[in-house]
């Protein structure tokens, strides 16, 4: 995909076309990443959609304070905890709650239970597992349930068909999509890079070999392997299934990898760094990566879009982690099962679409200001 | 070139034999056989003796290993034997002729309807490129293809088929549809189709005429370009004539890799339309762990994948001259 142009001398700096003879070096230019940072800040697009996903991580990662039903901070019989930390790991909870038979009910007992004390409650009160009862929190009504679970000032985004709230389910949800997008594709990355780096340097067999590993995953449709793969094991969590999307996404990486080290490995460069005597390995991954990652980053980005495009659409056909599971996709398929809850299809449905476009903007920002000939064209 | 092409379809039948050993491989290691599936279904009080337990895997070919079953298998498909169905007791080819049209349907369909518009459409946008409209449209289709298809047709049967109640929400044909008249049963199987062809078309019509307006920017920019306007040509001339002509090559490539999925369909489209296609015949034979349907559908879309990008390859070389096809 990238130009010829591409050179690039082992410091990250670009230098002019190769033949022409350099007259002047101008001291000290800006580095590669700094000028392809400045140039993907100008593209307005893109970055609306960077912020959008620092946003997206910012929610992701304050989900506990934004929608729970645990108190982030809490004062109790002298002490300070944080049961909030609970929603990151169930085990996390603070023993002394479970001693003093709480049962994950927090405003009624803390109140009858030590009368001093005080807490910093979330900003909605709503639990992304279970529905909430009535008089859980003093003077509030329970969940609604079914149809009447339209969208409320207590439910902002309405509730699903146990009265369990849709808002709350999606904060904690866009963890899930969070996840799913760096940890597959920094699976698929490895493998992709990994693979595409041996292919390229070495080439001759190891290169055939590899070449057709790579054609034999790109031929298998990749629902299908996915779909035969998730199938096998007994119990799927969201783990398993990054690790199978990680592990099925990684072709157009390594082709591309590939492609980058097949060309740079000519450059006088790597000649003069065998010639010193350095190793093939701190050749692929000190002097020849460095310089190919700009390019591999475009498919990476696409591929974090897609990890989430292809976990919420397995979600949503029932191939996903086992509830209580609030991924995005997850409530979609609720929503299937009765077009009445219009909420249950309309938000999830726009956060996924969301999520994908702002990967997408940044994928295509990140082309535009690292490919040199798009960057000649406007420069 | 033709010992090109023998030498990739010799690459070919390599790559065919490693993909569907390896879902073989998969699918004979799934939890649950075709049996315990199908025994699951019938009463549960009836539980059947080992004998027979094993007189039925005997039957269905399972009671040996999965590479040794493996070899039985390919041997069948070198005589032409895809097998027969385990849950659907019937020969998987004539399964997959069954399920082939309604899929073709909406693929033969959204591909033309792709063709049609997105050809205007990258070269209205090449002709007002810069525009406040131009940028506006663009981004618009940029947003299109960044929307899953699968949130798509929920909100599409949401507006359409819910709230308005113009359409149906799925299916193929109405329950009343073998009492329609033959101009009846056109239209009932029409408007079903409308939402669905939607679906498989908003996508690719802003993929394409993405692909149409960048080929065209870059082609705009040649000497050629300029010359056909010195000498005084309309600018539709110069656009359809000059211009668009040269970026036909790249959309012949895409051709061939729109191939297999002509023919595969889409899982979750087919499945949230309850459309009888071939995505859903697959979903359904993972979850009835069917393998001779698993096994030729896979067969069939690994072909269909190959021979796509093959004649992408070769097309490329009959269009565009300067390609020679040379072994690397």
């Known amino acids: 995909m990238t130009g010829e142009e591409n050179v690039i001398d082992p410091q990250g700096e670009p230098a002019p076309t190769p033949a022409g003879p350099q ?357 | 070139m033709l010992s090109y092409i023998v030498r990739r379809l010799g690459i070919g039948l390599i790559t065919l034999t490693l993909i569907t050993f390896i879902i073989y491989g998969l699918i004979r290691n799934m939890p649950g056989s075709p049996v315990t599936q199908e025994l699951s279904q019938l009463d549960p009080g009836k539980a059947i003796s080992q004998e027979d337990y094993e007189r039925i895997l005997k039957s269905y070919g399972l009671d040996k290993p999965w590479y040794v079953a493996y070899g039985v298998w390919v041997k069948n498909v070198l005589q032409g034997d895809l097998g027969r169905s385990f849950s659907r007791k019937r020969p998987v080819t004539r399964l997959v002729m069954e399920r082939v049209g309604p899929t073709l349907l909406l693929s033969v369909s959204s591909l033309l309807l792709t063709y049609l518009l997105s050809i205007p459409l990258g070269l209205i946008a090449t002709a007002r490129a810069g525009t406040i409209e131009e940028r506006t449209g663009s981004t618009i289709l940029y947003m299109l293809y960044s929307f899953p298809s699968f949130v798509a047709a929920l909100f599409l049967q949401l507006q359409f088929a819910v709230r308005m109640g113009w359409l149906p929400l799925f299916g193929m044909v109405s329950d009343n549809y073998d009492s329609l008249s033959p101009f009846g049963k056109v239209s009932d199987v029409f408007w079903h189709s409308l939402l669905p062809v939607t679906c498989y078309t908003y996508g690719s019509l802003a993929y394409y005429s993405r692909f149409i307006r960048a080929n065209m920017q870059e082609v705009i920019r040649q000497d050629y370009i300029r010359t056909a306007r010195a000498k005084g040509l309309g600018p539709v001339r110069v656009l359809w004539h000059h211009a668009f002509r040269n970026t036909l090559i790249p959309l012949v490539t895409l051709i061939g890799l729109t191939l297999p999925t002509l023919l595969s369909g889409s899982i979750i489209i087919e499945q949230i339309f309850t459309w009888p296609g071939m995505g859903r015949l697959f979903f359904e034979s993972i979850r009835e762990r069917d393998y001779p349907t698993i096994m030729g559908l896979t067969l069939m879309f690994s072909v269909l994948t190959l021979a796509g990008q093959l004649l992408a390859d070769v097309l490329y070389a009959v269009v565009d001259p300067r390609v020679r096809l040379e072994d690397k």
Not at chain 1, 99 to 122: G, T, V
Not at chain 1, 134 to 162: A, C, H, I, M, Y
Not at chain 1, 311 to 338: D, I, M, V
Not at chain 1, 361 to 371: K, M, N, V, W
């Open chain 1, 23 to 379: 007259l002047a070096v101008i001291p000290k230019s800006p580095g590669f990443w700094k000028e392809a940072w400045r140039r993907f800040r100008i593209r307005k697009l893109s970055m609306t959609a960077f912020v959008f996903v620092v946003l997206l991580a910012l929610v992701a990662i304050f989900s506990p304070a934004i929608a729970g039903t645990k108190p982030i901070v809490v004062k109790y019989k002298g002490r300070l905890y944080f049961p909030a930390m609970a929603y990151f790991n169930a085990s996390w909870e603070n023993p002394i709650f479970t001693q003093d038979k709480f049962r994950k009910r927090y405003p009624k007992n803390l109140e009858e239970k030590d009368p001093e004390s005080w807490a910093i409650w979330p900003l909605s009160f709503n639990d992304p597992y279970r529905r909430v009862q009535e008089e859980e929190w003093p003077g509030r009504p329970g969940n609604p349930t079914q149809v009447d679970g339209k969208p409320s000032s207590l439910n902002w985004f309405g509730t699903d068909q146990r009265g369990v709230d849709v808002f709350a389910q999606m904060v904690h949800g866009s963890r899930i999509a969070l996840l799913v997008g760096f940890v597959s594709m920094g699976i698929a990355s490895a493998i992709g890079i990994i693979v595409g780096a041996l292919a390229g340097y070495f080439g001759g067999w190891v290169d055939t070999l590899l070449s057709r590993v790579i054609e034999v995953v790109l031929c298998i449709p990749t629902l299908v392997l996915i779909l035969a793969l998730l199938a096998i094991i007994e119990q799927v969590t969201i783990w398993h299934m990054m690790a199978i999307i990680g592990a099925t996404r990684w072709t157009s990486i390594a082709r591309l990898t590939r492609a980058e080290f097949l060309k740079l490995k000519q450059m006088d460069f790597v000649s003069a760094a065998r010639a010193t005597g350095v190793g093939p390995i701190r050749i692929m991954f000190r002097y020849l990566l460095p310089n190919a990652l700009a390019p591999v980053l475009v498919p990476i980005t696409f591929g974090i879009a897609s990890a989430i495009l292809i976990e919420s659409s397995l979600s949503f056909l029932g191939f996903g982690a086992p509830p209580p599971n609030p991924s995005w996709g997850t409530l979609l398929s609720a929503g299937r099962s009765n077009y009445q809850l219009w909420w249950l299809i309309v938000f999830p449905g726009t956060a996924i679409f969301l999520a994908v476009l702002a990967y997408n903007l940044i994928g295509e920002g990140l082309q535009e200001a690292t490919d040199p000939r798009l960057r000649d064209a406007d420069g």
